[in-house]
Structures are given as C-alpha cells and as structure tokens.
C-alpha cells in the first residue's frame, strides 16, 4: 500500500525563512525543512491499481499557474491543547480553484470527496504535551511572518513513508501548471 497526498512544494529558497520560526516551543516536532509543503489534498492509504488511476487523473487536470505569498502563523487545535503550528498562506482564488479540481479529479478516481473545508498552511511543528504559554508566545512573537510571493507552476504526488523519526515524502510525479497569465 502506499500513502498519497497531493501538494505543492516550497521552494528552495523560502525554506531557510521558513526554518528560522523553529523553536522555542517544548515538546514540537519540528518539520525538516526539504519536506515543507502545502497540501492541496490527502489521499491516504492506495494500492498500485489505485495509485496510477490517481496519476492518470491528475496529468488530465489543466489549471493556470500563480502566484502564492505565505502569510503570519497558526495553530490546529485547542488553545490549551495545539496540536500543530503553521505558516499561512496569503488568500489567493487560483489556489482554491487548484484545490477544487484536484480534490474533484480524485473524486472521479473513485477517491472520497474531501468534506472539510480547506485551509491552506505549510506545517511547522507538530506538537505533543506543548505548555500552552510557550505555543502562545511563539505564535505573538512569530505574527508578523510575511513571504514574499513565489510561483507555482506545478504540484506533485508525494508519497509518505511513516518511520520511528517521522514522515518522510518522496515526489512520485509531477504535475505542470499552465503558464500563469
């Protein structure tokens, strides 16, 4: 079996930005920075069978490119008990648009729709036990995060391999965007 998610990445050059939010919080799991990513949709657990109809299905889907800014941090979860921290992205209707036909493009692959309502980020940490004043400074002192825009001109198909250190993505395929207008 293999587990899916479709995403786009980040580039190379916003990662160490990215990296230095790290920290000051007990108890995070910091994300390695070569696996920042922003899901467009989750897959979970497929077979070969499954996998290659969901490849088929996103070398279909035709979409202009844009450009995407990240914006301030986050949390998931409750205030006493967060369960993650994140970066935001900056609203942009070309990304909710991406994450339509994907998530409809997996649909047609006999894939669940995706019934929560999307809320882009780039995961920073995922938290365990994480004193809920030390997740409350990080998120005020981290606030006023702002990217610049960079382009998105493809998305991917990763997949997750689950080990004792974590997750680890791999790229399977890649999927271009049109040029953005």
């Known amino acids: 079996m293999l587990r899916l998610f479709v995403a786009i990445a980040i580039p190379a050059a916003l990662r160490p930005r990215l990296s230095l ?26 077979d070969t069978l499954e996998a290659e109809e969901i490849d088929q299905a996103l070398h279909a889907l035709a979409a202009p ?5 990240l914006d301030g941090v986050g949390q ?8 993650t ?9 070309a990304l909710n648009f991406l994450h339509a036909k994907v998530d409809r493009a997996l649909v047609a692959t006999g894939q669940p729709p995706d019934d929560r309502s999307y809320a882009p980020h ?16 990080w998120l005020l002192e981290h606030a006023p995060f702002r ?10 198909l990763y997949q997750s391999h689950v080990g004792r250190e974590g997750a680890v993505y791999e790229i399977l395929e890649s999927y271009p965007l049109a040029p953005a207008a």
Do not use: I, M
């Not at 939010?21 to 497929?46: I, K, M, S, Y």
């Not at 995961?123 to 400074?137: D, F, Y």
């Open 76 to 83: 998931f979860g409750t205030k006493r008990a967060a369960s």
């Open 21 to 46: 939010l790290q920290g000051g919080v007990p108890g995070a799991r910091w994300t390695n920075p070569a696996d920042f990513h922003l899901t467009l949709r989750f897959v979970g657990e497929v």
């Open 65 to 69: 490119g844009f450009s995407l800014a």
């Open 122 to 137: 780039v995961t920073l940490a995922r938290l365990r036990q994480s004193p809920a004043e030390r997740v409350e400074r």
């Open 147 to 156: 990217a610049e825009p960079f382009p998105v001109d493809a998305f991917h």
């Open 85 to 93: 921290l994140w970066a935001g992205v900056a609203a942009e209707p």
